[in-house]
């Protein structure tokens, strides 16, 4: 069954729409799975084949079009009314004859948008540029208008379930992070660690159980600290060495990110100054973090706190959270960054990410927060500072 009730669905469409609208489009075709989830709650580990979501202006149920293998889980995961749930045979995936969206645009013309304005998503991970060649040269009477990030844009101010749903995935990164901690120690390999990681996360809570991730366990240890995107190797731990790990928990589909950084041994004096300045900076972006206030804000707020401090960095500090499926959690909307002008509303969801990489080491503190009413809440409690372990 669909992670939401139908209502929900029906009432992301109709915001969709209304963007739809004002980007004068006759039909929209979503091939981003997050977005695909979003407006139908399809969920399978499908998307690396063609499949899309087709949602027409006119108010109507959307139709899944995707491998026909998948099609049980359109019936199983979405709303959707079943004759609105279409397939092609396998003998397109992977052919160097015909191609899975020569069978979308038939679907497409045989619904009356041969000749229509349609909307595609042009940076979506999985719509490739063979996929809007085949497109367009089996409907050329048809114009393609790049609406890149539209739902996406939807999607980036969260429902009360949404919001829910990223509180339970908030109490599994809680229980991921200790798992974390406690398996970073002199000795164990990078991977075991990785494993323990992984198990808490997909185990989740007694209450309910996680998902895989969209990014899997960041442990960067040692001189991979100094890096945001290292990944683990087999090597141990090692003493006096600092590991950041960046970790999420994940609930149906939706993501609570979190970061904290272990030392092994004795932090040297630069480390804990880090530590301090970062930890004051989050308190002050936080601070900053209210209905109205511009992404821009938030980050000018950190950045003044630990240039005072004598350091600095030049990358951003965040972005909108939410659901999502590899290779990224992001919603690739709003940034907290500077000239960043997007206004926050109450249920946007941001990961504050504060990664100070430094030459040779580096050290994480991050959290995943809401905008509220009056200000923000954070979703996970855990402490906020340098985990030392002798």
Request: aromatic share 8%.
């Amino acid at each position: 069954m669909a992670a939401f009730p139908g209502e929900e669905y029906e009432q992301r469409l109709a915001r969709t729409r209304a963007r739809m609208a004002e980007a004068e489009v006759d039909v929209l075709l979503v091939t981003d799975p997050a977005n695909m989830n979003y407006l139908t709650g399809y969920d399978a580990w499908s998307f690396y084949v063609p499949q899309a979501v087709i949602v027409p202006l006119q108010a109507g149920a959307p139709l899944w079009v995707g491998r026909g293998m998948d099609a049980q889980s359109a019936i199983l995961t979405t709303t959707l009314p079943h004759d609105h749930i279409l397939s092609y045979a396998d003998d397109y995936v992977e052919s160097t004859v015909k191609h899975p969206m020569q069978h979308v645009a038939s679907v497409l013309a045989d619904h009356g948008f041969g000749k229509a304005r349609i909307g595609y998503e042009g940076n979506a991970y999985f719509f490739t540029a063979r996929n809007l060649d085949v497109l367009r040269h089996s409907l050329p009477d048809a114009r393609f208008d790049d609406i890149d990030l539209l739902v996406n844009w939807v999607r980036t101010v969260k429902s009360p379930r949404e919001i829910e749903v990223m509180r339970q995935a908030a109490r599994i990164v809680e229980r991921v992070m200790q798992v974390a901690i406690d398996a970073v120690a002199v000795g164990t390999r990078q991977c075991d660690a990785a494993a323990l990681i992984s198990e808490a996360q997909i185990r989740g809570t007694e209450e309910f159980g996680g998902d895989a991730p969209a990014n899997p366990p960041s442990i960067l240890s040692a001189e991979n600290a100094a890096t945001p995107h290292a990944a683990w190797s087999d090597a141990p731990f090692r003493r006096d060495t600092a590991t950041c790990l960046e970790l999420s928990g994940c609930r149906r589909r939706y993501h609570c990110a979190m970061s904290r950084t272990v030392y092994l041994g004795k932090p040297p004096d630069e480390m804990r100054r880090v530590a301090d300045a970062t930890s004051e900076g989050m308190a002050a972006a936080l601070a900053a973090v209210k209905p109205g206030a511009l992404c821009q804000d938030v980050e000018l707020a950190w950045r003044k706190t630990i240039n005072r401090a004598g350091f600095s960095k030049t990358s951003r500090i965040g972005y909108s959270i939410g659901v999502n499926y590899p290779p990224n959690w992001a919603d690739h909307t709003a940034s907290l960054r500077e000239d960043d002008t997007t206004v926050m509303e109450p249920n946007m969801t941001f990961h504050l990410m504060l990664g100070m990489w430094m030459e040779g080491w580096g050290f994480e503190l991050s959290d995943t927060f809401r905008v509220t009413e009056t200000g923000h809440e954070v979703f996970a409690s855990f402490p906020r500072q340098l985990f030392v372990k002798a």
